[in-house]
Nanobody, 123 residues
């Protein structure tokens, strides 16, 4: 059974920091591209940051320079360090795991989501 379990969300004041974690189980983590998405009330889910199996990162323009995504394959965990938080960063943050090919090179797309963790930036 595949599980992506997010943690680290909460209430923080503007300018503050949070570190989100997503622990994966039931998958061969190192073969998955990992991403963090967020969804604010009344808005569509959007990509915040992503990291490939090779460590290449990609960020939404709105978080560049403030957020950092990283992964620890030994711990099957992906992180999102969020600094200089703004009220507009308030959302539910979701972890995503995505794979196109298996360890043997065969095409077998898989995509999994975590349950989400709430981040609220408010004074």
């Amino acid at each position: 059974q595949v599980q992506l379990v997010e943690s680290g969300g909460g209430l923080v004041q503007p300018g503050g920091s949070l570190r989100l974690s997503c622990a994966a189980s039931g998958i061969v983590f190192r073969f998955y591209n990992m991403g963090w998405y967020r969804q604010a009330p009344g808005k569509q889910r959007e990509l915040v940051a992503a990291i490939t199996t090779g460590g290449t990162t990609n960020y939404a323009d709105s978080v560049k320079g403030r957020f950092t995504i990283s992964r620890d394959n030994a711990k099957n965990t992906v992180y999102l360090q969020m600094n200089s938080l703004k009220p507009e960063d308030t959302a539910v943050y979701y972890c995503n795991a995505d794979r196109l090919i298996t360890a043997y090179g065969t095409r077998d797309p898989r995509n999994y989501w975590g349950q989400g963790t709430q981040v609220t930036v408010s004074s």
